[in-house]
């Protein structure tokens, strides 16, 4: 995806296994949103899937930090 393009190697190769997942998943659901919005025009369906896109994004936040290793 666009997003991975622009992190560098060795700060991917860092990230867990399992946060990469929640990542891909998540940039999935936004271009799913991002289409079925265009297509259907249906708000309460979008609120619906922001709605589980959201839940990734809690998830992710609650459970991953970078720490920092220069002090």
């Known amino acids: ?26 940039r999935q659901k936004f271009d799913e949103i991002a289409i079925d919005a265009e297509r259907l025009k249906d708000s309460q369906h979008t609120i619906k899937q922001l709605s589980t896109a959201m839940n990734n994004c809690i998830a992710c936040h609650a459970t991953y930090r970078f720490a920092d290793t220069e002090k």
């Open 1 to 26: 995806m666009a997003a991975e393009a622009d992190v560098p190697g060795t700060l991917f190769r860092k990230i867990p296994l399992e946060m990469k997942k929640l990542g891909f998943d998540t």
